[in-house]
């Protein structure tokens, strides 16, 4: 007998996500606008659409403003929240000024987002209170991530306590997320009640990668556990190492008895279009992958394994990946077991590369290892580790050269005297602090896209002329006509 029929309700990683899962942020506002105003009519409970790490990919890379991006796809979506997603600092690798931290979220306000979802690599509340009272100060709601990981230290008991603690915040949502991909259907079905009863009624969301190709049936275990809201992206933008299909996941819950409340007729030609988009650009295509059990021992990300991979093949040790894997089992469990996210899961693949290219363990540290066993990325980090690999780092000439460095605390006066001038706005301000001045001209001069999606006429008349329901395709521009019949 199905259970009775419940609504489950999606927010849209189409835009974000998608794109920094399998398309290494490569995603463009041309490619956006041209379906913007039909995903706001699906009826999402919001959309993502940056986070910090775009800001220079879109500047240096893309030559594409990213504050017009979030401008004029507001104009598009008037309806659904957009969403930023931010992480302890603006910067993964670098400790951020408070107030330059203060003014990226009242100008990304000021051009449209209307929440912002946080996260902290170590789920710390301290951190949690902080990002939630500088969002609200720039007047965004906060959905907290209670970041998934597995760890001896990482239990029921463990995430009964952070979520009771995001709960006691003024949140919009809490979301039981799982950026690596390690959650097993055992697992979800045993986490999500726990997470519910701590929440203490405040709405939860799931959110999950297909990294070990369970995250539809994570899903669906979620839903059925009692999470009513789903993160989804389009295909081809979904699966891979990103999040499940929005399509999947509303055939199945369907399946199961629940209610699906979007659109989702209505979002078939967006994928089609980002489809499009992926065909011409060259772009990879997301697609299920085939369950991977050492995935649950090393944790590594997948890209992370990528430029692994990469990088010791340009140094002809390309066969030694599976080494550095299984290195990472042992420096995450010395490390304290650190959730593997940006910027830890870069701290502890680094450290693995290092260890197995020389071969002598923690012959070579980085500066970002030193500051974390320092404890300046977070006390409970430093305090977690393994006191003897703690204490070899810290005994070397590099950490006490570091030992009085302290985060930077630029104020917003002395930002502008190094990067502003007159006339520099203060969106204008921001791209330079991600960039540089000469990044951000170079974008500025670039020539303008066309809004098309797919970079070309070539590319919307033959995909126009797939279409099967099309029986005449008229096209007009000041300097063309075309007419198909």
Not at 243 to 271: C, K, Q
Not at 309 to 318: D, K, P, S, V
């Amino acid at each position: 007998m199905l259970p009775a029929m419940k609504e489950i309700h999606f927010v849209d990683t189409t835009l974000r996500d998608g794109p920094s899962s399998l398309w290494a942020m490569g995603i463009r506002t041309d490619m956006i606008l041209p379906v913007a105003a039909q995903m706001d009519e699906a009826g999402f409970l919001g959309m993502e659409i940056i986070a910090s790490a775009f800001f220079k990919k879109c500047v240096r890379e893309l030559k594409d403003d990213p504050w017009a991006r979030v401008r004029r796809v507001k104009e598009r979506v008037p309806k659904t929240p957009l969403r930023l997603i931010r992480n302890r600092y603006m910067a993964a690798f670098q400790h951020t000024p408070e107030a330059v931290q203060q003014l990226w979220l009242e100008r990304l306000a000021a051009n449209g987002i209307s929440e912002a979802r946080t996260s902290d690599p170590s789920n710390t509340p301290a951190v949690w209170a902080e990002q939630v009272r500088t969002a609200t100060a720039a007047g965004l709601d906060t959905i907290v991530n209670l970041i998934f990981s597995v760890s001896p230290k990482h239990t029921d008991e463990y995430y009964a306590e952070r979520t009771r603690e995001a709960a006691r915040l003024p949140v919009k949502r809490i979301c039981l997320k799982d950026p690596g991909g390690l959650l097993t259907p055992d697992r979800t079905r045993s986490l999500a009640p726990v997470v519910l009863a701590n929440a203490g009624g405040i709405p939860v969301e799931f959110h999950t990668h297909c990294n070990s190709g369970l995250g539809p049936l994570c899903t669906l275990d979620a839903i059925e556990a009692g999470i009513p809201i789903i993160n989804a992206a389009l295909p081809p933008l979904s699966d891979g190492s990103s999040n499940p299909s929005l399509f999947n996941i509303t055939r199945n819950a369907r399946a199961l008895g629940y209610t699906p409340i979007i659109d989702e007729e209505g979002l078939r030609p967006v994928s089609e279009h980002f489809t499009r988009v992926a065909k011409e650009e060259g772009f990879p295509i997301g697609e299920p992958l085939h369950y991977d059990a050492y995935h649950f021992e090393h944790q590594v990300p997948g890209g992370m394994i990528s430029n692994l991979r990469h990088q010791l093949a340009n140094i002809g040790m390309g066969a030694r990946l599976g080494e550095v894997l299984e290195e990472a089992c042992r420096v995450r469990e010395e490390f304290g077991y650190p959730i593997m996210v940006t910027p830890y899961s870069q701290f502890v693949g680094s450290q693995c590369a290092i260890n197995v290219i020389l071969g002598k363990r923690y012959e070579q540290v980085t500066d970002e290892v030193i500051q974390y066993a320092m404890g300046l990325w977070g006390e409970e980090e430093a305090s977690s580790m393994d006191p003897d690999v703690r204490g070899r780092i810290l005994d070397r000439p590099r950490a006490r050269e570091l030992r009085s460095w302290r985060p930077p605390d630029t104020s917003l006066k002395e930002l502008r005297e190094k990067v502003g001038g007159p006339g520099v706005s203060d969106d204008d301000l921001l791209l330079r602090y991600f960039t540089s001045e000469e990044d951000v001209r170079a974008m500025q001069q670039a020539p303008a896209r066309s809004g098309n999606g797919g970079g070309n006429l070539v590319g919307l008349i033959k995909s126009l002329t797939e279409r099967s329901e099309a029986k005449q395709i008229f096209i007009r521009r000041p300097d063309l006509s075309v007419r198909l019949g």
